[in-house]
């Protein structure tokens, strides 16, 4: 991976915490699903967040099919039309994918700034199917969502990244 110019190197990532992260932010998605007596439209999916991470950072072991996946797990677990997040993530993924190289060239504020029209494509697809299949319309607090989910990109960026971390070590003689 080609990496700006002060940008600390990162040791590479494990698959399980890839994975255990992924897991989480699914769990963190259905609690939040159960607590509210289903999912308010305002709330930023953790899950979408965690994926576009990953589909960024590592799109050779999270890509579009393991959101397919994830998308069918939240339409199961929702009792949403089968295939509603799973269209959703897949595009979602898919665009992720489609730009992370020339996303990694920029700050992770810019960052969260050109994740924004991902986040708010996926919530439009998403209400696009649920409308198609005669489903209600949520109420336009659901414009909030894409907000949030971006505003939480650095937060995602730190703690996604903090095991890849190399601890300081002083030394003169080492070149990296």
């Known amino acids: 991976m080609i990496m700006r110019p002060g940008q600390p190197l990162l040791l590479p990532a494990n698959p399980l915490f890839i994975w255990f992260s992924l897991m989480l932010a699914m769990i963190c998605n259905m609690v939040a699903a159960m607590s509210l007596g289903g999912r308010a439209p305002w709330l930023p999916d ?5 994926l576009v991470f ?5 799109p050779l072991r999270v890509g579009v099919g393991v959101a397919f996946m994830f998308g069918l797990f939240m339409d199961v677990h929702q009792g ?3 295939g509603q997040h799973a269209w959703a993530y897949t595009a979602l993924s898919y665009l992720a ?6 996303l ?3 700050t992770v504020p810019s960052q969260a700034l050109h ?5 708010a494509a996926a919530h439009a697809l998403e209400l696009a199917i649920r409308l198609l299949s005669g489903g209600a319309f949520p109420g336009w607090g659901m414009l909030l969502a894409p907000v949030l989910e971006a505003a939480l990109w650095p937060v ?6 903090a095991p890849q971390r ?3 070590d002083p030394d003169e003689n080492r070149p990296l």
């Not at 994918?97 to 020339?102: A, V």
């Not at 995602?156 to 990244?161: G, N």
């Open 166 to 168: 190399r601890a300081h």
């Open 80 to 82: 949403a039309l089968l």
């Open 97 to 102: 994918i489609t730009i992370h190289r020339r």
């Open 54 to 58: 990953w589909n960024v950072h590592q």
């Open 156 to 161: 995602a960026s730190v703690l996604l990244l």
């Open 104 to 106: 990694l060239w920029f």
């Open 115 to 119: 994740v924004l029209p991902l986040f």
């Open 46 to 50: 953790l899950l979408a967040l965690a």
